[in-house]
């Protein structure tokens, strides 16, 4: 280091041949090089000695008068001025390179990843949200699917009929989209069958993504799914058995195609949550799709959906042997967040954690755990750490969180699967039709709320959401138009977090190594339960005196009313696992480590 000798005047610029410059103003340095610090300047009263590097500038003058003043945009003293261009481009530079470091020290460069055809990750994560909007959990769109079943007379020979063929009641004449009760009940027992499936096979696609890979477990839900739809392109009103092997295979296809296209977040190790709300968003707006066909189809006719099977379903089959990888991306490893969560009593304790960063957790979790349904067992050298395992997840299992979780998710599922099926008994024509609208937009208030989560945590944004169930049922009761579209508002609400919020909970609540098991159990039986729906639905149709709905719509308040009462246990139960885990210990900074004066 050398010092030229030459005090600095105000305005001026220094530069060197590493291409430093300092831009002086009224006796202050203000520094645009990546080296501040280490080449610089020294202040004086009134002005600058500069310091470089031997050799300034013409041999003896570092001093050159800038053309223009620019604008100021760096912070140094308190003045600001805009980069040099080269600076502005090493900085970009920069960036790059200290990502790809980050990522290698982290475990998972971006860029060292190998993706199908060496196709951009952005422009890959374009197609796997484009193929969740088109063949995602499209079923949930029932409002129109059903009418579209009914309008095609699906089911119409359970309705009684004359010698002549002709009906004895027919509720199409009165304006109904049906001929009687029992073809309305068994179409709209439709739904919770391919929900309790839907829910079974989540724990199979895990499973199926460990052994065969994201490629083939991706391409065989295609193959559900187009085969599902097929299924129902053939439909007549006299067919029986094809119709629910249709709408099984709709539900083995629902999580078999989903799950893969949640490992690309690996490809982001910076921000898995953005990926994991894109996707989530895409799966709320695959539930258009039906909406969609009872629009473009003409009344009666399913044979369309042959179309959508081929164009959809089948053209992702193709998309997927192409875009798909066969072995799953590289994960990064795990996070000191997900380290301390080992521990129940700690993991309840975490605050500060982003719904983003949670879900994407959970997500991770889901697409790669729940095939360890059976894990401990498969091989005889970590039979210890196995039994291990499995005593703490059946500690987990019966422990009163996890039990109380579970009577939530029972009672979150019938709440939605009595509402879907009886959409048509609760809601006018118009609200029916809205509902078909609006549940696609579903993902609008999950994004609200899962910010709102961050704030206050999961379980206020539960009593939130089960406070909009309570408030959907309670706006059915009236026969009042108005009343029918804010019951469809608030119902959009209580879908948004329909299973997300279980995630969560148990992402926060329990050991991050059992999330898989822990969430599937959780879904298996909610799913199976639900069917409970289905004969409560007919004999509620089937009353005598009319008031079949009503009743099972008061008990259905009455049952969210003491969902409160869980969630304020899970409340207490969380308050008190503060209590023992005690403060987290903050880690030491830089201050703690410069010796006292």
């Known amino acids: 280091m050398a010092r030229c000798g030459r005090q600095c005047s105000t305005d001026q610029v220094l530069e060197s041949h590493s291409g430093l410059s300092y831009f002086l103003r009224g006796g202050e340095c203000v520094s645009s090089s990546r080296h501040h610090g280490l080449l610089g300047a020294i202040q004086t009263n009134r ?41 502005r481009h090493w900085k970009r530079n920069h960036l790059r390179r200290a990502q790809n470091m980050k990522g290698q020290a982290d475990g998972l460069p971006p860029t060292a990843q190998a993706t199908p055809f060496h196709t951009n990750r952005w422009i ?67 739904y919770t069958i ?91 707006v695959s539930f258009v799709v039906p909406l969609v066909l ?34 799953p991306f590289k994960a990064p490893e795990k996070e000191k967040q997900k380290q301390i969560s080992q521990s129940p009593h700690v993991s309840a304790a975490m605050e500060g954690d982003s719904f983003l960063h949670r879900t994407a957790i959970s997500a991770h979790d889901k697409a790669s755990g729940l095939a360890t349904l059976s894990a401990g067992t498969s091989t005889t050298e970590n039979t210890g750490s196995s039994i291990i395992a499995s005593a703490s997840i059946f500690r987990s299992m019966i422990s009163e969180r996890y039990v109380l979780i579970v009577m939530y ?90 299973s997300s919020q279980v995630f969560v909970y148990v992402g926060e609540a329990f050991p991050a190594s059992h999330f898989g098991r822990l969430v599937g159990t959780i879904e298996l039986i909610g799913g199976l339960i639900s069917l409970i729906c289905n004969p409560v639905y007919t004999a509620a149709v089937k009353s005598q005196d009319g008031h079949g709905i009503l009743r099972v719509q008061v008990f259905l308040i009455v049952l969210m009313a003491l969902e409160f009462v869980v969630i304020g246990r899970l409340m207490t139960l969380q308050r008190k696992a503060h209590v023992a885990a005690g403060p987290l210990r ?10 006292e004066p």
């Open 194 to 284: 391919t929900l309790a499936v839907h829910f079974g096979t989540s724990a199979l696609a895990g499973c199926l993504m460990d052994t065969l890979g994201p490629k083939v477990t991706c391409m065989l839900g295609q193959i559900f799914n187009a085969s599902g739809w097929l299924f129902l392109s053939s439909l007549t009103p006299e067919s029986h058995a094809a119709v629910y092997f249709g709408f099984v295979l709709i539900g083995m296809g629902a999580d078999t195609a989903f799950l893969p296209t949640l490992l690309i977040s690996r490809l982001f190790p910076h921000c898995p949550g953005l990926v994991i709300t894109l996707l989530g968003a895409a799966s709320s």
């Open 124 to 190: 890959l994560l374009s197609v796997y949200a484009m193929q969740v909007v088109v063949t995602g959990c499209v079923y949930f769109g029932w409002a129109p699917l059903s009418s579209l079943l009914l309008s095609a007379g699906v089911f119409a020979f359970k309705c009684p009929t004359d010698e002549a063929g002709k009906f004895f009641v027919d509720k199409r004449e009165e304006g109904k989209v049906f001929i009687c009760d029992e073809q309305d009940a068994a179409v709209q027992h439709l």
């Open 586 to 595: 903050r880690p030491p900074s830089i201050k703690d480590k410069l010796p």
């Open 47 to 87: 002005g600058i000695h500069a310091v470089s590097s031997p050799g300034c500038l013409n041999g003896t003058s570092p001093l050159v008068t800038p053309p223009r003043v620019p604008r100021l945009t760096e912070n140094c003293g308190n003045h600001r001025r805009r980069h040099p261009r080269r600076y």
């Open 294 to 327: 009872w629009s473009l189809l003409p009344s009666g006719e399913v044979s369309g959906c042959m179309w959508y099977a081929c164009f959809g379903p089948g053209l992702f089959f193709v998309i997927a042997a192409f875009m798909m990888p066969l072995k």
């Open 409 to 498: 998710f029972i009672g979150v599922s019938w709440v939605s699967a009595f509402y879907q099926e009886s959409h048509s008994r609760l809601l006018a024509d118009g609200p029916q039709k809205f509902l078909g609208w609006m549940l696609p937009l579903s993902f609008v208030p999950c994004v609200l709320l899962g910010r709102c989560s961050d704030w206050t945590g999961i379980l206020p944004v539960m009593a939130v959401v089960n406070a909009s169930g309570v408030l959907s049922y309670l706006c059915s009761l009236s026969s009042n138009a108005g009343s029918g579209y804010a019951s469809v508002l608030f119902f959009m609400v209580y879908m948004s977090l329909f």
